[in-house]
């Protein structure tokens, strides 16, 4: 990078999907309020060209799996102006939506955000992917840090990482990436790739939303397709639509999984994933049933599911691979060969995002090695340090599965984090900008 002088902000936040729109949305209602919040000064750098929310599975058919009260705003503020019901108000649609009697389609889902997005990207640097988050030391202390990306450098004394979930990636595939073998996060990108010329044999991995929605897309692409379906479970499972059980994602559960120990909260995690991962809707499964039933009567195998199977062996042959799969129980194996992969295998959080290793030393580190992190999403530090760090939808393991991908406390979580900014920055003493 060529020699820049680096912007000051009191904030950098760096993401600028939902999670940071909905923290975005805060300093937008503090500005029309006129609230102290709108003294702080903001900067938010996005990797991507323009804000888009999974691109990658905009699926026909789909929709979304909360209700759409669960917006950026509403739950923080339902007079705001940037709800899902403002959003229909000004497209003409809020009676009809009325009426559809279903959830919003992920289409209208991701023009809803798009039009969020568009309000308050003021202070948004797009097109400008982080390369790096260098510490700044005066005097023995870690005093700012510098945010280096293509469009230039920043500084601050608080950062805020929106960055979100990365793709769950097995080690057996890791080597083996690319145009035929990808994760349900370049799902649509890669299957557009292929043109006129979409390969037949296809074997999809994983159980939940997003290896159901592949599958039916898959099938719906071409009519002689073959799509093997690998699953460690029975098989696709229903998510847990119950209301009792969905309470997980209501901010009193926030506040009681908080309070557990480290032991308690891995427990509850593992309890509670069937709230959410790993499970598909009552249509989908009914879907994908339907098809293999009506089939066996035509007598055609578009779609063959393997139950209780692991992948045990991959190897890449020709235009294709090899996969071994083994029962989980019998240790029978047996040979598929296809000619494109697709990984349905979920999302994780690293213990520590890659962004803060250079951060390391300042950063306390819980009994796993991750991040320890209190109510307000604050980052606890240690040693000689001025910086603030927040996690924006990266703290899952401290504040429960709303704190995935879900919608849920999006809107709640940015107001924490947004009133804790202010107060870390009302008693801040004021940096200079640096020239480096």
Known sequence: MEHLSAQHSDAICIGFGPAGIALSCVFEDARDDNTPLARLSLRYLESAAETQWHPELLLTGTDINHHVFRDLVTPRNPRSRFSFAMYLKSQGRLFDFGLLGRPASRHEWSDYVAWVSRQVDAHTHFSAPV???????????????????????????????????????????????????????QFLSRVQAFGEQLPKRWLVVGSGQSASESVLELLSRRSDIEVHSVHRSAGFKLTQLGQFPNRVFAPDHVDYFHSLSHAERHTFLDWSRSTNYAGIDPDES???????????????????????????????????????????????????????????????????????????????????????????????????????????????????????????????????IANALGRAVSVAQPQPALAE
């Open 131 to 185: 390369s790096e988050v260098l510490p700044i030391i005066r005097n023995g202390r870690l005093s700012q840090v510098r945010v280096d990306t293509a469009q230039g450098r920043f500084t601050t004394r608080n950062l805020v990482l929106s960055t979100g979930s990365v793709p769950r990636v097995p080690e057996a595939f890791q080597g083996l990436l690319g145009p035929r073998l990808f994760h349900t996060s």
């Open 286 to 416: 009914s879907k994908l049933f339907s098809l293999i039933y009506e089939d066996r009567i035509t007598g055609r195998e578009r779609l063959r599911t393997y139950a209780y199977r692991a992948i045990s062996a991959i190897e890449q042959i020709a235009e294709g691979y090899r996969v071994t799969l083994t029962d989980s129980f019998s240790q029978r194996s047996e040979v598929v060969e296809v000619d494109v992969v697709v990984l349905g295998t979920g999302f994780q959080q690293h213990l520590i995002p890659p962004l803060l290793s250079n951060l390391q030393p300042w950063l306390q580190a819980d009994i796993d090695g991750g991040l320890v992190i209190d109510r307000d999403y604050h980052v606890a530090t240690q040693g000689e340090c001025d910086v603030q760090v927040w996690v924006n939808g990266l703290s899952e393991r401290s504040h429960g599965i709303s704190d995935s991908q879900s919608f849920s406390l999006m809107a709640l979580r940015a107001e924490r």
